[in-house]
């Protein structure tokens, strides 16, 4: 890179810092005093001048009472923050989701235990022992199990429309093609096909990503 590029770029960023320093002692209460008392001093020096004197605004005063503060909104679990993908939508997502936790997990969602149940032995009906296995062990399992009461909800037929939807997996094998965490992967997305898909019609060429890892 040439030397003189690097000072124009350098000489520009210079620029761009002094105009803010600039702004922010403009706005302090105590710049118009020492600019009559040091004068000459510039906002760049009186702004060095307040930061080595520890100088701050003063708070202003309250006109009435105090306001009580708002309650510190605690922040989204990591598991709340990845969970906006295709297999969320519709469910109300706890900020503290806990998917590490599965009980936890499925209070959260909402997950009524008898319902769950159910979910967990159409699952075993529709697939092989080994892949209900890989359907029900990953983290994303729960959030499977509150999207098939959703559908049972919707329909207001229970485990029978969740049935009928998760049978495309035995007529749609292709998620097998995959293999290791990327065949769970392929399984969990063609699960979350089946369901928002009406039976009997056409398979999407590609159903929609979940975007979780495994």
């Given amino acids: 890179m040439r030397a003189d590029f690097v000072l124009t770029l350098l000489g520009g960023m210079a620029v761009v810092v002094e105009g803010q320093i600039e702004n922010r002692f403009r706005e302090h209460e105590f710049a ?5 008392v040091l004068p000459g001093i510039g906002a760049v020096l009186g702004a060095g001048f307040l930061a ?5 605004p003063s708070p202003k ?8 503060a708002p309650p510190a909104r605690a922040s989204a679990s990591t598991d709340a923050k990845r969970a906006w ?3 969320t939508e519709g469910l109300t997502i706890s900020r503290g989701l806990d998917l590490g936790n599965r009980t936890r997990a499925l ?5 009524q235990p008898a ?37 049972g909800e919707t329909t207001g037929t229970g485990t029978d429309t969740v049935a009928r939807h998760l049978n495309r997996l035995r007529a749609d094998t292709s998620w097998q093609e995959a293999s290791g965490t990327a065949l769970v992967g392929r399984l969990v997305d063609a699960t979350l096909a089946s ?3 009406p039976p009997g019609a056409p398979a999407a060429s590609r159903p929609p990503r979940t975007a979780w890892g495994v």
């Avoid at 005063?61 to 009580?68: L, R």
């Avoid at 979910?119 to 399992?141: D, F, S, T």
């Fill in 52 to 56: 080595a004197a520890a100088i701050t």
């Fill in 85 to 87: 993908s295709p297999l």
């Fill in 107 to 111: 209070k959260q969602l909402q997950v």
């Fill in 32 to 36: 118009e005093i020492i600019e009559s």
């Fill in 195 to 197: 369901m928002t898909t």
């Fill in 115 to 151: 319902v769950y149940s159910q979910m967990v032995a159409v699952i075993r009906e529709v697939l092989p022992e080994r892949n209900a296995g890989l359907l029900i062990c990953p983290r994303q399992w729960p959030l499977l199990a509150a999207r098939m009461q959703q559908l």
């Fill in 61 to 68: 005063a309250a006109s009435g009472p105090a306001e009580p």
